[in-house]
């Protein structure tokens, strides 16, 4: 639920995820809050800052770049499958 928030831009890049308020809007422990976070990070959708705490990451301009790029080819069909 949290990853869908971010992804529809409910929580803004930048934003510090705290794990408190995180568990009483979502209406779950800590404990599972923290689980997820470290999930989150270990897949880099977030990004944990030592001694400052978990934040959704900002996109640089060669991110973008990079994701428009294999939009592009995707819808050009750069990517057809593979025939056996």
Same mark, same amino acid.
């Given at each position: 639920t949290l990853l869908k *928030?971010?992804?529809e831009g409910r929580v803004k890049a930048g934003s510090k995820l705290a794990e408190k308020p995180l568990a009483e809007?979502?209406?779950?422990?800590?404990?599972?809050?923290?689980k997820a976070l470290h999930r989150l990070v *270990?897949?880099?959708?977030?990004? *944990?800052?030592?001694?400052r705490g978990v934040?959704?990451?900002k996109p640089t301009l060669q991110d973008i770049r990079r994701v428009y790029e294999a939009h592009r080819v995707f819808e050009?069909?750069?990517l057809l499958p593979l025939k056996e």
């Open positions: *928030a971010i992804m809007v979502f209406g779950v422990s800590r404990d599972r809050v923290r *270990a897949e880099r959708r977030l990004e *944990a800052i030592p001694n934040r959704v990451p050009a069909g750069g």
